[in-house]
């Protein structure tokens, strides 16, 4: 009895122990130095505004850290420096979402300005068109002799010459009468 509850306690020690030899190797070769590092780096008055709760969480588990280190709790502060480590992360990967839209904030200006751009552009190229419609009609129309059509003007009868009109201008705006 007391030997499978021996192997029991063992099997779990060696649970615990390779499942945390796992977290602290994910984190690297030191996870109190990564998070230290991390922590300097973020604690920058740029990047204070945005990362200040993670930070102050990290900040918090190294100190409990320190203290389980200085009581001699040596599991529980790995344990500490890998939850350090792991909100200097949340800090490090909120500074990098933060750039990142920032980034794509400046991308949707870009595209935006293109599409007006694209607008504008297409707008000249129909007005192009247009008059070179014109001027093709009115260099056809000056190779035959016929007068260049204006707009308001009636169209003569066929073959009768239409007889001399005066067309009234119309009023403009600032026209007085």
Do not use: C, Y
């Amino acid at each position: 009895m007391k030997r499978a509850r021996l192997q029991a306690a063992l099997a779990l020690a060696t649970l615990t122990v390779t499942g945390f030899a796992k977290v602290a190797r994910g984190a690297g070769p030191d996870p109190a130095a990564e998070a230290q590092r991390l922590v300097t780096l973020l604690d920058a008055p740029a990047t204070r505004t945005i990362v200040a709760d993670p930070l102050a969480k990290a900040k918090a588990a190294q100190q409990r850290a320190q203290g389980a280190r200085g009581s001699g709790d040596l599991h529980h502060a790995t344990e500490l420096d890998a939850l350090a480590l792991t909100w200097a992360q949340v800090a490090d990967d909120l500074v990098r979402t933060a750039a990142a839209e920032k980034q794509l904030s400046e991308l949707q200006k870009q595209v935006t300005d293109l599409e007006q751009k694209a607008i504008r552009t297409q707008a000249l190229i129909e007005q192009t068109i247009a008059r070179r419609g014109r001027a093709e009609q009115n260099l056809t129309n000056a190779e035959t002799g016929k007068p260049a059509a204006k707009a308001g003007a009636a169209k003569p009868a066929a073959g009768k010459e239409p007889a001399p009109t005066k067309v009234a201008k119309p009023a403009r705006a600032g026209d007085k009468k």
